[in-house]
């Protein structure tokens, strides 16, 4: 499905009304919605009114030149052209004073119908394509800013849960030190990734050994870990360094986490001889 067609409208300048229904005639095919004002000063009403794309405007007007018209209807409307039609004579004179109107184009008198026709055409093509391209920048611009605004939530809120489980680690850290029972927590490798106060106490001399960073082998003989078992209910016996029994229990991390390795608990056996 097609586009539907843009509404172009055209505003026409001049002081004398003959002039004007002359462009009003030779337009009219052309399909623009036309306005048309007897002087600079009528012009100005009808731009503080409503929008306008494309302004032709005669520059020897009594009350008001062109340019002047020109130059104040920028500060109405920026975004329309604006175009001069004048003598050929009077382009050098008054091209000091272009910068004032932002003039888009001369068109000379007595005007040729088709030249003026395609002008015009151009002119109405070259703001729709300047509209079309603010358009695209406001629309970037607002996709931008919209996604700093989810892209901060997002951080906002990573920066909470980051929160939140610093403070949950601070908490288990601390349960794990205050825990009466001996806890090493080794990863798959078999380095010791964590202890508590218990187990630094439990093993004396060994103490050094169960630092993080130390292999769980220098307290646990390689014969020991391989006899202990993740589902094992009861423990196997283990005497501790300073003669202490203890049952020793092993379990699987990473069945609620994403953490691997093992958890070695040392319960102490009271029924031991």
């Keep these: 499905m097609e586009a539907p067609a843009r509404s172009r409208t055209l505003l026409l300048v001049d002081d004398k009304a003959d002039v004007l229904a002359a462009l009003r005639r030779m337009l009219r095919p052309d399909g623009y919605r036309i306005l048309s004002a007897l002087g600079g000063e009528a012009g100005l009403d009808i731009l503080k009114q409503q929008p306008v794309d494309v302004i032709l405007s005669e520059q020897r007007m009594q009350q008001m030149s062109g340019v002047a018209f020109l130059s104040q209807a920028r500060l109405i409307q920026p975004d329309c052209l604006r175009m001069v039609l004048t003598g050929y004579l009077e382009i050098q004179s008054i091209a000091k004073t272009v910068n004032e109107g932002a003039i888009y184009k001369f068109l000379t008198k007595p005007w040729d119908d088709e030249q003026l026709r395609a002008a015009l055409r151009e002119a109405f093509a070259h703001k729709e394509l300047a509209d ?10 607002q996709a931008m800013t919209l996604a700093n605004q989810r892209l901060q939530a997002l951080l906002e809120e990573k920066q909470r849960q980051l929160s ?3 403070k949950v680690l601070s908490v288990l850290h601390e349960v794990m030190a205050v825990l009466p029972l001996p806890l090493l927590g080794v990863d798959d490798s078999g380095m010791i990734a964590v202890t508590n106060t218990a187990a630094q ?6 103490a050094q050994a169960l630092f993080p960073g130390q292999q769980v082998d220098v307290l646990l003989p390689p014969e ?39 958890l070695f608990i040392f319960v102490p056996d009271r029924g031991a001889a």
Aim: glycine residues 8%.
């Design 224 to 262: 020991l870990l391989c006899a202990v078992d993740t589902d094992d209910k009861e423990g196997i016996a283990f005497t501790a360094p300073d003669s202490r029994p203890y049952r020793l229990f092993c379990r699987a991390l990473g069945e609620h986490s994403a953490a691997s390795g093992k």
């Design 201 to 206: 106490q439990a093993f004396g001399e060994g």
């Design 132 to 141: 079309d391209n603010r358009r695209l920048a406001a629309e970037l611009s």
């Design 164 to 166: 939140r489980d610093e």
